[in-house]
């Protein structure tokens, strides 16, 4: 059977959890008897600090990089440019059969654009997904690496629907949603290993986990009324853990100075995922910016409060686990109290998500798929 050989193109922390169960699947294809793939990984280096790479990479036991661009921090033009230029010349050089991109980061944009420019085949893991906000820029990374990806893989009807209606709809494949695999897995271990709990002293006290970590959050207006949300919300717990990203922490120093909350919340760095998903899975409560921990939590059946004005993961809104209070404290306080009297009971939740982002199958579907992509009988890369 002919080799396939995947590049897996990632940069920043999400998209390595999303990538975990699309190598394993790889992995495992090959293993039973299917399509021998050859995966190879290019890191962009949009994230670069261990505590958002090397930890991710060590922890779900992802293939070491075949390349890394290092393209580091930059405005979206030069961090995109940068990166389209250094992908460009791997393209050339490894010349892959299929490229695969994740997620909605500058590095799933640069690479769907590298690859579609030479004519490779690229799919998109977790397309569809619309938060109808323009002015969010994982959006508009949304929706151009749809319209040039040769597959699209949606995590969930609304995704599908969302491509349908922009005319994507006969290269769209309903898979599940890979983060749900990686949830399903991941927890597991997370359960086992309590380290975490006891490193905050978490165990029989009812806690809650906050993030922050968007442009829209970190702005001189956003931030301040967001860390007195939070301030005011801890007091509905006995604790708050607060781990911070770079870009939280850099906009607190230039806007703040120094943060010195309410004792009961504790700063910390950023977590690795089987620590994160320990804290979620056991608190009482999530309030967040991300889309990721938004759907974490969901899956885990924790609840959740949205610190944005919308969602691209409406299907935790609709079975009563989230709920979106932008930035203002008394919305935030309201949301807090309305879910901890009426959000349904964990295992409930859980299952509603299961539901809706697929049982730990996406992976798999995602393999399958993609030598159907490969071009029968030619050769971009110029071979006679
Ligand atoms: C990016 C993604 C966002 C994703 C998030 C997860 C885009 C447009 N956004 O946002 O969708 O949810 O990753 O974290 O691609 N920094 C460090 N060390 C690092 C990484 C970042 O110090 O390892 C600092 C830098 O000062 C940088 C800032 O954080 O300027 C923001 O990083 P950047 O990669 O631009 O975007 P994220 O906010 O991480």
């Known amino acids: 059977m002919t080799v396939v050989r995947v590049l897996q193109v990632v940069g920043a922390r999400p998209q390595f959890v999303k990538l975990a169960p699309v190598s394993r699947a790889l992995a495992a294809a090959a293993a039973e008897g299917g399509t021998p793939f050859e995966e190879r990984v290019l890191h962009t280096g949009q994230h670069y600090d261990d505590d958002m790479s090397a930890r991710f990479f060590d922890e779900l036991e992802l293939p070491h990089p075949a390349v890394n661009l290092g393209v580091g921090s930059g405005s979206h033009g030069e961090q995109t440019a940068r990166m389209l230029a250094g992908i460009e010349k791997v393209l050339l050089d490894l010349q892959p059969d299929i490229v695969v991109v994740y997620g909605d980061t500058n590095s799933t944009l640069a690479g769907a654009l590298a690859a579609v420019k030479l004519g490779a085949p690229v799919a998109h893991v977790e397309a569809g997904l619309r ?143 089987r620590d994160l998903l320990q804290l979620l899975d056991a608190a009482a409560m999530v309030l967040t910016d991300s889309g990721g921990l938004q759907k974490e939590a969901f899956l885990l059946g924790t609840p959740c409060v949205t610190l944005r004005d919308e969602t691209e993961w409406v299907e935790s809104v609709d079975a009563g686990g989230n709920r979106i209070a932008g930035i203002g404290t008394a919305a935030v306080l309201s949301a807090v109290d309305e879910l901890t009297s009426c959000a349904p009971p964990k295992q409930v939740l859980a299952e509603r998500a299961a539901a809706c982002y697929g049982c730990g199958k996406a992976a798999a579907r995602i393999v399958a798929a993609l030598p159907g992509a490969m071009l029968p009988g030619t050769d971009r890369w110029g071979a006679p």
């Open 131 to 273: 938060s109808g906000n323009r002015r969010m820029p994982e959006e508009i990374n949304r929706i151009a690496t749809d319209h040039v990806c040769d597959l699209l893989f949606a995590p969930t009807e609304a995704a599908v629907a969302n491509l349908q209606r922009e005319g994507l709809a006969t290269r769209t494949q309903w898979v599940g949603d890979v983060m749900a695999d990686a949830v399903l897995h991941g927890v597991v271990a997370a359960r086992e290993h309590g380290a975490t709990l006891d490193r905050f002293g978490l165990r029989g006290r009812r806690f809650a986990v906050a993030t922050l970590h968007r442009a829209a959050s970190t702005t001189a207006y956003a931030l301040p009324r967001l860390l007195e949300a939070l301030e005011q919300a801890a007091r509905r717990f006995d604790a708050m853990i607060v781990p911070l990203h770079p870009r939280t922490r850099a906009a607190i120093a230039r806007y703040r100075g120094e943060w010195r909350p309410d004792p009961r919340i504790v700063i910390c760095e950023p977590l690795g995922h």
